[in-house]
């Protein structure tokens, strides 16, 4: 497991400033309650369908049996899109770039008891005498964050022309932190109504 994410792409870098959110329905429990959030960027032009190839953001990595597992979901949806894909690297002029990355994390969990000192009145913040007040106890718990980023562009000159990303959360135990489930359900927030509004987030819980 790796520990960090990589960076977002150029459409991603560009349009960061401009984007707006927007909340839809969960999944009614489990790790839903910690959100998947999906952000897609492309150029507002018609996204023509023509052969396409799925890489690793590193070439090597294209043809390992983990890697295959994402790209077989992401397949799924590009097909079901309407494109044609292809085996192999470098084999079409249309290629999707996929990068999946998990880390450890921690939920704090923010502690209902606070003691007052000097006046305090609760929060972190006194309201009478000038005092403070600090939380008692809390706890963290752990999860795994899984993001998932997708780069659609033309092989030939370089042009990217669609671009996702999508992470989510979930304890260890939930099986949405194993890196198929998570890919998968992130996959299909990404290409739900593709191509999607430019620079929305969108957030579900």
């Known amino acids: 497991m790796k520990a960090v994410f990589l960076r977002a792409g150029a459409l991603l870098r560009a349009a ?29 032009e018609p996204i023509a369908r023509a052969p396409i190839a799925i890489e690793a953001v590193t070439p090597a990595e294209t043809n390992t049996p983990e890697f295959r597992t994402y790209a077989d979901i992401v397949a799924r949806q590009l097909t079901r899109l309407g494109w044609t894909v292809v085996p192999g690297v470098g084999s079409s002029e249309q290629v999707a770039i996929v990068n999946v990355q998990q880390r450890s994390m921690a939920d704090v969990r923010r502690p209902p008891v606070t003691i007052g000192i000097g006046g305090g009145t609760g929060g972190w913040h006194s309201g009478v005498g000038g005092g403070v007040s600090f939380p ?13 980023e997708i780069r659609i562009k033309r092989r030939s000159d370089g042009t990217v022309f669609w671009e996702g990303r999508a992470s989510t959360a979930a304890p260890p135990a939930a099986p949405e932190a194993q890196p198929g489930t998570a890919v998968e359900k992130l996959a299909a927030i990404l290409f739900q109504d593709f191509p999607g509004e430019s620079g929305r987030t969108i957030r579900t819980r």
């Open 16 to 44: 960061s400033l401009a984007g707006c959110a927007t909340t839809t329905g969960g999944d009614g429990g489990g790790s839903g309650r910690y959100g998947t959030e999906a952000t897609r960027f492309h150029l507002g």
């Open 136 to 148: 008692v106890g809390g706890s963290t718990r752990p999860l795994v964050g899984t993001l998932l």
